[in-house]
Nanobody, 125 residues
Framework: QVQLVQSGGGLVQAGGSLRLSCGAS????????TAWFRQAPGKEREFVAA????????YYADFVKGRFTISSDNSKRTVYLQMNSLKPEDTAVYYC??????????????????WGQGTQVTVSS
């Protein structure tokens, strides 16, 4: 099993920045993808960004390109989501998730087996 524990988040004004962290513990796998999703009230959970275990390949949803950056520090078994130029519509609960495999491009929550506990991000106008 893999346990994912999130930290970060909170309240920020529009145009501000936040960084989310997702620390992993438990079983290690040779290849995996870690992603961030978000879910706003009354909406479905949506894909935000993903990164390969190697840290050298990333994939973003169009609505965050140029504003959010996903990165990893394998020595700390942690994945980050740096969020800049935040907008009120970015307000949501953010989740990290992990799937075992080689390929990026999986954007459905159903494709991910392991999930963090979620963290609230609120952007005020």
């Amino acid at each position: 099993q893999v346990q994912l524990v999130q930290s970060g988040g909170g309240l920020v004004q529009a145009g501000g920045s936040l960084r989310l962290s997702c620390g992993a513990s438990g079983r290690t796998f040779g290849s995996y993808v870690t992603a961030w999703f978000r879910q706003a009230p009354g909406k479905e959970r949506e894909f935000v960004a993903a990164i390969k275990w190697s840290g050298d390949s990333t994939y973003y949803a169009d609505f965050v390109k140029g504003r959010f950056t996903i990165s990893s520090d394998n020595s700390k078994r942690t994945v980050y989501l740096q969020m800049n130029s935040l907008k009120p519509e970015d307000t949501a609960v953010y989740y990290c998730a992990r799937r075992i495999g080689y390929d990026l491009g999986y954007v459905s929550p159903d494709d991910y087996r392991y999930w963090g506990q979620g963290t609230q991000v609120t952007v005020s106008s």
